[in-house]
């Protein structure tokens, strides 16, 4: 297990410019975790899939604009949180976390905490099971999860479009998963418009152990002839009752023939599931490496899940669709942690 120990961060302005955070190198250290740690607060971070994803255009700031159909999905990284008397946070994962200015969770809590409450502390402990260079916004998650948590351990209060302004200033699709469930985004994914759920969709997602930098994927795209752009007709003719038999017709990813260009390996494996049985439809999601198989049933994804596996193509999971973001459980999250929205009140 790796930890980062830290304290205050006096680099910091009280509002600094998100351009231009910068962070020390942190002592990095693996540890074992401590017996016995009472934690005041747990939380899950959902994965998400994109149903749509369309690139418009370049922006001035180097980010490409955006047209993407985001959907959580029940494969979630754990977030535990507890108080600490000295201001600050630290920071343990059962993974290896890397240098602090690349973690998310780091950042987007130490943002919070010197924006909101610079004398409160926090322990917050990750356990991540989403890949990592997937396609599943697992660390965007994770970075909306530390501020709804810390939010709430803090008793701050703060609503949900601050926690997502602020959140997004971290990573450009990290808003997203504050609310979660299903939303259409644009911008550079930050603009979120959240929409009515659709009937729950059982899918598998299967990671192949390839890590896909995003940064590549774009790049391949950005060398491809000019295209026009599709439009995105998911909310269109009663989108809210899209289901596995009618998202065929509704699914797209520019990203798609890039993945598979930029990894053979990639482009190997989506050979080799070409036809297989209860699949409804099958896409990259995001910018990969994750491919995503619409299902007929709970059933039909359990059985390919074990299959997928037992033939050696990677990580596969049986999952559903979801209706909200981060929360207190492995589910729609009937009682999700949210902001102030309501009268100032959370559930």
Known sequence: MCTIA?????????RPNPDRLRFPRANVECLPRSPGTAFMLTLYAPAKINWFLEVTGKRPDGYHELVTVMQAISLYDRLDFSTRREP???????????PPEKNLVYRA???LRLRHAPDRGASIHLEKRVPHGAGLG????????AVVGLNKLWGLQLANRVLE???SEVGSDCAFFVQGGVALCTGRGEIIEHKPPIPRVHLVILYPNIVLP???VYRDLSRRLTYQPRNCYFFHDDGARNSAKTLPRVIFNRL???????????????????AEAGVTCRFVSGSGSSIAFVMEDGLAAQVLAGKL??????????????TVGVSEHQDEGDRSIRGADQAGQRP
Request: charged share 20%.
């Open 88 to 98: 600050g946070l630290s920071l343990t994962c059962n993974m290896d976390l890397g």
């Open 256 to 274: 798609e023939e890039s993945a598979l260009r930029v990894s053979p390996e990639l482009s190997e494996v989506w050979q080799r599931t070409a």
């Open 6 to 14: 830290t304290g205050t961060a006096p680099w910091i302005s009280r």
């Open 138 to 145: 697992g660390g965007s998650s994770d970075a909306a999860a």
């Open 165 to 167: 302004g602020l959140v």
């Open 214 to 216: 995003t940064v590549n």
């Open 109 to 111: 809590g130490e943002l």
């Open 309 to 322: 596996e037992q033939r050696g193509l990677g990580r596969a999971f049986a999952v559903t669709t979801v």
